[in-house]
């Protein structure tokens, strides 16, 4: 049987959360608003970057027409077919607040710290 160390890890900082939430309230001792908003951000760039294959990363270097296409999906198609839903659920029972914000998330990229720890966890290629 595989064990899941990721799934583990998660569970037992749920656990410890409920037990001593003061240690990672702002403030407290991890000091969240700077251990998360930099460090721990930064690490995972670094560690993904560290254990990018030189020839993997040429070669996707290399691939400008796909990164065009992604970036322009991300960026252009995405927003403006999330646009015009928003235009047509603007007649029915949504709260004009919640379709503003429906607009703004779909402009915001997808969290790429995530997005890399998902990848890895998968065992995809980054």
Request: proline share 6%; with cysteine; net charge neutral.
């Amino acid at each position: 049987m595989k064990t899941s160390h990721f799934c583990l890890g998660i569970l037992l900082a749920i656990v410890l959360a409920k037990l001593k939430p003061s240690i990672g309230n702002t403030g407290g001792f991890l000091k969240p608003e700077i251990t998360v908003k930099y460090i721990a951000v930064s690490l995972i760039f670094l560690n993904t970057g560290l254990s990018l294959p030189s020839e993997e990363l040429t070669v996707a270097l290399l691939r400008w027409d796909l990164h065009l296409f992604i970036q322009g999906f991300t960026f252009v198609i995405f927003p403006c077919i999330m646009y015009g839903l928003v235009l047509l659920l603007q007649y029915t029972f949504f709260h004009p607040a919640l379709l503003e914000g429906m607009t703004i998330l779909s402009t915001m990229p997808p969290p790429v710290s995530s997005a890399f720890i998902l990848t890895k966890l998968v065992g995809g290629n980054e």
